[in-house]
Structures are given as C-alpha cells and as structure tokens.
C-alpha cells in the first residue's frame, strides 16, 4: 500500500480544498482590509478617513463597491497559493512520518 494511499483523501485534494477555503475567506474578509489600511495610512492632523464607518461610506460613494475590493487580485495570487503549499507540505510530510509514529516500539 503506497503511503499517499493509506489515510484519507490525498494531499492534493487538502492543497485544492485550502485554496478555496482561502480564496472564499479572503473575498469575504478583504473590504475590511482595505479600511483598515486606509485608516492607518491615514493617520495624522488632515487626516480625510476618521472612523471605520465613515471610511466605508465614503469609500463606497467615491469608488464604488469595486472600491472595497481594489488590490483583492494581487493579494489572491500571493495568499492563495501560499496555502495551498503549506496544505500540501503538511498532507505529505504526516504521511510519510504517521508510519514511524504508529508503529509499536521495540
């Protein structure tokens, strides 16, 4: 039996299942990125975003929508397939050491 057989569904299968699993909670978490980096980057004496709320309002009526999501491509290029490896890197580096553990010692 090959050890990529043996536990469950392949590594493959977690690597696909973490990029989407990241690409969905990235989509959903990202306006709130984007507020916040503009609140910081922001900060000081005339500053033009002053609270969250404000941020978002006025976001939205200068941009749009598309406005909450600006720079969502590049960050999907970087997080998604990082997690994807480190998914993969994880399935595979446990299948090839659960035999070591498992066994019974001397």
């Known amino acids: 039996k090959k050890i990529c057989e043996s536990y469950g569904p392949g590594p493959i299968n977690s690597a696909v299942a973490a990029a ?18 503009r609140l910081r980057e922001t900060a000081g004496k005339d500053r033009k975003f002053k609270t969250f709320r404000q941020t978002v309002l006025l ?8 406005g909450l999501y600006r ?3 590049a960050q999907l290029f970087r997080v998604v397939p990082n997690h994807a ?3 993969l890197t994880f399935e595979v580096i446990l299948r090839m050491m659960r035999p070591m553990i498992l066994t019974d010692p001397p």
């Open 59 to 66: 976001t939205v009526e200068e941009e749009g929508t598309r």
């Open 20 to 37: 989407g699993a990241k690409l969905i909670a990235t989509t959903v978490a990202y306006p709130h990125e984007v507020i916040r980096t």
């Open 71 to 73: 720079g969502l491509t």
């Open 85 to 87: 490896i480190m998914f």
